[in-house]
């Protein structure tokens, strides 16, 4: 089994774990590359001194492949990059913001490079900045995403008619039945985020995971819309912010309302109602906290059973 | 090739037209039936007499099996469904309410029935009211839809989680890629809308079949939350929502503003700009009107194509 996704990245299976904050340290991430996924360091959550911590320990932790998420609007972006480019990370996904800006950089250096989009219009900038593949992000994630709202289902489809390079597809995938879906639709790879966010390694509070498991179906929304959408578990802040809006609220107001560290403070601290529980849809499939070498073979086991089962005598059996 | 779904109905491929207002008279419904589908008739624009005249006319016109779509929330829904009985309409879709208030009044005439929901709590309701299947329609549909704004990726799990009964997945579907993704998913149907509402015998307007086919990604947009649900193409009527409720227009004001008849308008009349035109996000991906059975011939010709692609030698090409 090898495609150009595993090949591009030399891991086994084409399952990538999203570099999510506060929840994808160096426990996650290597214990997803030694279970033969692609485990990503989530930097959006960490100050550059810490970050290089969790890369000096992954190094040790595992010799599998391994990367890092920058988000690029991190207002301390330049350090991030310095420590990835010196600690030799040999993986960079990089996420919010503008792939032209440092993509040359990390290709001049020998990096690998894959630039999360939420829309076609970036897919092409991605390729015209060298990066060496694609992650389409759908509605369903879970964070920060589109304004565009394009699902999983229609994007995957449409970066796959814009552009020719590798494809990985983001957002509701928490599953056999879901990766070999978006498989279908043309991506070759799928990065998986709120699977892993409550999984064992992830250093996401035991609040935070435990909301996630319980959460079902409608329990998550795509929120404040006019400054950066984001997506998490209705909560009390929730609530505050529609009540803001209903009554006409500036975006200067809903700044001050939004604030610093939303995010820290559900899913690091723990304090659900106050935060942001970032996750994505997928959410209300998931129903237990287990080790991430668990969630990979489990996935793979069952593409493989899927495969059999929908496809087993060269047919789908409608 | 035969599933659950193409039982039930008796029709050869499990792909059913949507009975959407507007597009699906007697024309596109007998067109689709004609080609192996199932075609519905959207009772939800018909006055009774109209819905009468369709049906008379699809008799004629086809003997394959076909439907009305109900929606049961019209307000005159005692007589469309009177019609529908005593014109012995072998197959009934319904949707927009309550499963429970006349399944039985169909099943103890001999119909089969469908119900369209977009949660796990109306499929559980219309399992228990007795209905034949469940259509799951995602987020990404045109038209009226639900509140959870659960996208078809995510859906199609979690009904097929919660029922065991014949399972057809809506929204995003449009082209064979789709089609085969839903079913990886658990769906054992389709049911697409936007395709056939740009199909040659759609009787839309040419305005309308012309804006659908020229729309990019983002192009439409989940609008009236506060009210009830509704995609369609971003347009001057939408502009004027975004600024009544950024006002803090109340329930009774935007109530104003919708007025009657914003369908028709678009769809019908093909005003693009003052309507609703209503489509849903897989319009990114159709470049053509195209004759109904062009469109179920192809779907289903691309299926069996991406079947021996994929799944050739019996395992899933990574």
Known sequence: MGN?????????YPIIQA???WC??????SAVSNAGGLGLIGAGSMRPEILKEHIQKIKKATNKPYGVNIPLMKEDVEKIIQI??????PII????GNPGKWSATFKKENRLVAHVVANTKFARKSEEAGVDAIVAEGFEAGGHNGREETTTLTLVQLIRNSTSLPLISAGGITNAKSMLAVMVLGAEGVQIGSRFAASLESSAHENYKKQVIESVEGDTVLTLKSLMPVRFIKNRFYEQIQEAEKNGASQEELLQLLGKGRARISIFEGNIEDGEPEIGQGSALISQIQPAAEIVD???AGVVTLNEKLFGDDKFQF
Chains 1, 2 share one sequence.
Do not use: D, H, Q, Y
């Open 4 to 12: 150009r996704i595993t090949n591009l990245f030399g891991i086994k």
């Open 19 to 21: 570099g999510m904050v």
């Open 24 to 29: 994808s340290g160096w426990k996650l991430a």
């Open 84 to 89: 990835v480019l010196e600690e030799e990370v």
């Open 93 to 96: 996904f990089t996420s919010a």
């Open 298 to 300: 489990e996935i793979m």
